[in-house]
């Protein structure tokens, strides 16, 4: 898939590390989002984001620019088994699910997010799934109008804790 700016495509591992790095900025900077010190493990995760690929069903998506720059990525999940969050997710039959997604601030109003968001959606059409799942915080809330634009809606029996912060799961029908 290609914007006008961008092309839409599984990373390269030797983009992994930047990846990574622009996983951590952004979610680091989202405003009241736990920070490093706060939930280790999960900056760790986004840190190796890499390693997530290693699981069966598991692609990472980026979005780059012309000049090469990864300026965007999200983690498919094409069965929920590998989905790896809390809650009845990986649960989910006939469901692709995608996490993770991250936009570099310098770019964002270009698009992108909704981008990565329909190259999920539509390796989950082509696989033949009936859903997608997702999950979002209260520090995303901007992100929610996106998915609620693109026919999510909010699934509660999907919600969980990330330790103490609230996790709250959206569904698609495809």
């Not at 900025?25 to 493990?41: H, I, M, R, T």
């Not at 699981?55 to 780059?64: G, H, R, Y």
């Not at 601030?105 to 990565?116: A, P």
Request: with cysteine; glycine share 10%.
């Amino acid at each position: 898939m290609t914007t006008q700016t961008h092309i839409i495509r599984n990373a390269k591992e030797e983009e992994f590390a930047t990846i990574g790095k622009l996983m951590v900025n952004v979610y680091s900077n989202l405003e009241g989002f736990p920070k490093a010190d706060e939930q280790p493990q999960y900056y760790e995760m986004l840190t190796n984001i890499g390693e997530i690929t290693k699981k069966p069903f598991t692609e990472l998506i980026v979005a780059v620019s012309k000049k090469g720059k990864v300026d965007g990525a999200v983690v498919y999940f094409s069965d929920m088994t590998s989905y790896g969050s809390g809650g009845s997710a990986t649960q989910e039959r006939n469901a692709s699910g995608f996490r993770l997604l991250a936009v570099s601030e310098n770019v964002r109003g270009l698009g992108l997010g909704k981008k990565l968001s329909l190259a999920c959606i539509e390796k989950a059409k082509n696989i033949g799934h009936q859903k997608v799942v997702i999950h979002s915080t209260e520090y995303m809330k901007k992100a929610w109008r996106m998915y609620e634009n693109l026919g999510f809606g909010r699934a509660e029996d999907l919600d969980f804790k990330q330790e103490s912060l609230p996790v709250f799961g959206f569904r698609l029908f495809l």
